[in-house]
């Protein structure tokens, strides 16, 4: 099975997607701070954001390991199990970040913002999707999806400045 993340290499319209407007760069792996897992479980930065955001693999395995999401702010959230779910959330609602109630309205309200800047938008996400063999679930899925790893599972996955021992605050709260 190919990798998705050679797949985003390969493919322009993917990786032009994902950069804008999914703000998710593969070249952009370092994050701004020293941080490990509480759980001390094996942290890889393999992403970033524009805003000095990181996107981390979280244990040992390959692009099928839980997702954490830090920002560059000292808040972090588990996003994702897996590449695939990362890279469906980023497609569907690149708008994630700005979505506090999770649900399908607000994020038509935030798509609609985009839309009149990019009204391609939907067309491009098509193709990126396309080139990735990447399913596009609904946004209700992905934000409901988003909420409860974030709030479920992401109990065990908590990140912590090393330097100082403190714990980064959640994104995404119950």
Same mark, same amino acid.
């Given at each position: 099975?190919?990798?998705?993340?050679?797949?985003?290499?390969?493919?322009?319209?993917?990786?032009?997607?994902? &950069?804008?407007?999914?703000?998710?760069?593969?070249?952009?792996?370092?994050? %701004?701070?020293? #941080?490990?897992? *509480?759980?001390?479980?094996?942290?890889?930065?393999?992403?970033?954001?524009?805003?000095?955001?990181?996107?981390?693999?979280?244990?040992?395995?390959?692009? +099928?390991?839980? #997702?954490?999401y830090a920002?560059?702010?000292?808040? &972090?959230?588990? %996003?994702?199990?897996?590449?695939? /779910?990362?890279? /469906?959330?980023?497609?569907?609602?690149?708008?994630?970040?700005?979505? /506090?109630?999770?649900? +399908? +309205?607000?994020?038509?309200?935030?798509?609609? $913002?985009?839309?009149?800047?990019?009204?391609?938008?939907?067309?491009?996400?098509?193709? &990126?999707?396309?080139?990735?063999?990447?399913?596009?679930?609904? $946004? *209700? +899925?992905?934000?409901t999806r988003?909420?409860? %790893?974030?709030? $479920?599972?992401?109990?065990?996955? %908590?990140?912590?400045?090393?330097? $100082?021992?403190?714990?980064?605050?959640?994104?995404?709260? &119950?």
């Open positions: 099975m190919r990798s998705l993340t050679a797949a985003i290499a390969d493919h322009d319209d993917a990786a032009g997607f994902l &950069a804008w407007p999914g703000d998710f760069e593969l070249d952009r792996k370092d994050h %701004v701070e020293e #941080v490990h897992l *509480a759980s001390g479980a094996t942290l890889e930065g393999f992403a970033g954001d524009g805003a000095g955001g990181t996107f981390f693999f979280c244990g040992d395995g390959g692009e +099928e390991r839980p #997702v954490l920002d560059s702010e000292g808040g &972090a959230a588990l %996003v994702a199990i897996g590449l695939e /779910q990362l890279l /469906q959330l980023l497609l569907v609602a690149p708008w994630w970040r700005d979505c /506090q109630a999770f649900t +399908e +309205e607000e994020s038509r309200e935030l798509a609609a $913002e985009y839309l009149e800047d990019m009204p391609d938008l939907t067309d491009r996400r098509d193709r &990126a999707a396309a080139a990735l063999g990447i399913e596009l679930p609904t $946004e *209700a +899925e992905v934000l988003l909420h409860r %790893v974030a709030t $479920e599972a992401g109990d065990d996955f %908590v990140l912590v400045y090393t330097p $100082e021992g403190n714990e980064y605050e959640r994104l995404i709260t &119950a």
